[in-house]
């Protein structure tokens, strides 16, 4: 799913999304405070430097009187080193929270995204998803460490600093507001611009990862294919498109700044005009002068930070919203409230009881009243013409996806009463496309079940003929890299059925994991299957007869229903679509890899 093309949220939803950060705000807003006091405290210190400055001026330089001097002198030391000290003290209190916020906002993102149906994943890229779990976050810990507290500090010292002015002169501070409200006026006006541009700038962000991500994933492809400048050029133009989406944002910004530096010096240079008029006339000493334009001087980094300071919040808000998009995305597949639990020993009885199931987003069934019983121990190889449903229907037993309309028992339990964990401990399933991790043989393998032990890995390795493992540089300990790569496809394929059948589980599903297998290693793994499918009760989507031959009985799916079930040699002297579909199943496929 591209995010490019969807709407632009309006200010209200970015802003409500920020906050909903409340929640991880809460634990840490005693620091946060501390902060944010800190950081005023030090600007405090800052606007009191201008007022001894005028009492010196004024005073001891006015009087030709060093007697206070002294101690006017070291005030303003101690100043400056107390705004230093509360400055440092601000990042101190600050750096902590706000990267144990950005942890654990990362850390609810990524457990949320393991509990989503597969559905949701087939929707979105994957690139969308990392860069929401990098980049947005990153900028969300920008904002609170940063944007969120000089937001309201400097706000306050820009209403403190007015208040100084107008004490020390109301002219004064009445020619630096006449130049800050214009300024709040733009700020405001320019924000809503670059909240659009931000948030298309971010989604463009995460079509860029994707498209390197499948770059890197499928780069044999691409070799083999010379389809590489192809991607390439596609790169080029998604780049080209965030540059410009970029430079339109810098363009913003540098509008935005523009009035932001000349309308203070503008100020400046009124306060100036009208000081030395005032000096001449003597209204107005030299000391009330320089200390008016040493705060105006001082506000200029306030002043000039609420444009950029706003711009950062708006980033953050759309950042929280591409966050929240995520967050928010219903776990259709749950834990029931009150979860039944199997027998001890599991005997593996699978029913399918008039199952239907439908796509979320149409009303068109995949499968129509699907009705299968697979006894204790038995192999039933699930056979049907491609687009029929065999995926489908054994992403039912482990739910991996939910039944629309009757019912999928295991042991006579439905398994949507039954907690995910004990029904995947009794499940056990492999793909078609095998999944490796970038870690070691071990790992992936014993990835299938909890507390695996070194004997049940060498002995899932046995069972998936996987003994090429110990041929390896480090032998099970080899880390195998990014999705298996470095392995033939074969190679990743026994790794998987390894996986499948570490835990020893009583029911396995097979989506016909032997395609990638050559004639003489598929061989080999039906041997060493026929002793584990002996003691579980296996659903295999079969592809080749030589597959359908270790099954004790076939299914043939078909318009989204069982339409036979029998043995292999039954379905052949009896049934002539069966005939049809095996025929069509190439036995010896002549691009296959050990």
Not at 203 to 232: C, M, P, W, Y
Request: net charge neutral; proline share 4%.
């Amino acid at each position: 799913m591209s995010k490019t093309q969807s709407h632009q949220p309006a200010r209200s939803t970015n802003i409500a999304a920020l906050r909903r950060l409340g929640a991880y705000l809460r634990p840490v807003r005693g620091r946060m405070i501390g902060s944010g006091t800190a950081v005023f405290g030090s600007m405090i210190c800052g606007l009191t430097i201008p007022l001894l400055i005028q009492r010196i001026l004024d005073g001891p330089v006015a009087h030709r009187d060093t007697t206070q001097l002294t101690w006017l002198i070291i005030t303003i030391a101690a100043l400056g080193t107390g705004e230093a000290v509360l400055f440092y003290t601000r990042r101190r209190l600050i750096a902590g929270p706000s990267t144990s916020i950005e942890a654990q906002l990362r850390d609810d993102l990524y457990h949320h995204l393991q509990r989503l149906p597969i559905a949701f994943h087939d929707r979105w890229q994957s690139g969308q998803l990392l860069s929401r779990a990098v980049s947005d976050l990153s900028t969300l810990r920008r904002f609170i460490a940063f944007a969120f507290i000089f937001l309201i500090v400097n706000t306050l010292t820009l209403v403190v600093g007015l208040v100084v002015l107008f004490v020390l002169s109301p002219v004064l501070g009445i020619i630096s507001l006449a130049c800050a409200a214009p300024l709040i006026l733009i700020s405001t006006l320019y924000e809503s611009k670059y909240a659009v541009l931000a948030r298309r700038a971010q989604d463009q962000n995460g079509d860029l990862a994707t498209i390197v991500e499948e770059s890197v994933l499928g780069v044999r492809v691409l070799k083999a294919f010379g389809r590489g400048r192809h991607l390439a050029d596609r790169f080029t133009r998604e780049a080209k498109a965030l540059r410009a989406t970029e430079l339109r944002k810098v363009h913003t910004v540098g509008l935005l700044w523009a009035a932001i530096i000349v309308l203070p010096e503008i100020a400046i240079a009124g306060q100036l005009l009208f000081g030395a008029f005032a000096i001449v006339d003597g209204t107005m000493t030299v000391g009330t002068l320089v200390a008016g334009v040493a705060v105006a001087t001082y506000l200029r980094w306030p002043t000039d930070s609420i444009g950029w300071l706003l711009a950062e919040t708006n980033q953050a808000a759309t950042a929280s919203t591409r966050y929240w998009e995520v967050r928010d995305a219903p776990v259709t597949i749950t834990d029931p409230p009150a979860p039944r639990t199997l027998p001890a020993h599991a005997r593996g009885h699978v029913r399918f009881e008039n199952v239907r199931f439908a796509y979320p987003g149409t009303d068109e069934e995949v499968l129509r009243g699907v009705t299968l019983d697979l006894r204790p121990g038995e192999t039933i190889a699930l056979v049907g013409a491609t687009g029929s449903g065999k995926t489908t229907l054994t992403a039912l037993v482990g739910r991996l996806a939910d039944v629309t309309g009757g019912r999928v028992t295991v042991d006579g339990v439905d398994v949507r009463d039954l907690a995910l964990a004990d029904l995947r401990s009794v499940v056990a399933t492999a793909f078609e496309e095998p999944v490796l991790f970038s870690a070691s043989v071990r790992e992936n393998v014993a990835l299938g079940t909890t507390g695996a032990t070194e004997d049940d890995v060498r002995q899932a390795l046995q069972v998936a003929s996987a003994d090429f493992v110990h041929d390896l540089p480090w032998g099970v300990d080899t880390r195998i890299g990014e999705q298996g790569l470095s392995l033939s496809g074969g190679q990743r394929q026994r790794l998987a059925l390894a996986r499948a059948v570490v835990g020893k589980p009583s029911v396995l599903v097979l989506d016909d994991p032997l395609s990638a297998l050559d004639v003489h290693t598929e061989a080999e793994v039906e041997h060493a299957l026929r002793n584990v499918l002996t003691d579980v009760t296996a659903l295999v989507v079969a592809h080749r007869p030589s597959t359908v031959q270790l099954a004790d009985r076939v299914a043939m799916l078909a318009d989204g229903r069982i339409t036979a079930v029998g043995s292999h040699s039954e379905l052949l002297a009896t049934n002539e679509k069966y005939r049809a579909l095996l025929s069509t199943m190439d036995e010896e496929p002549s691009e296959v890899v050990a």
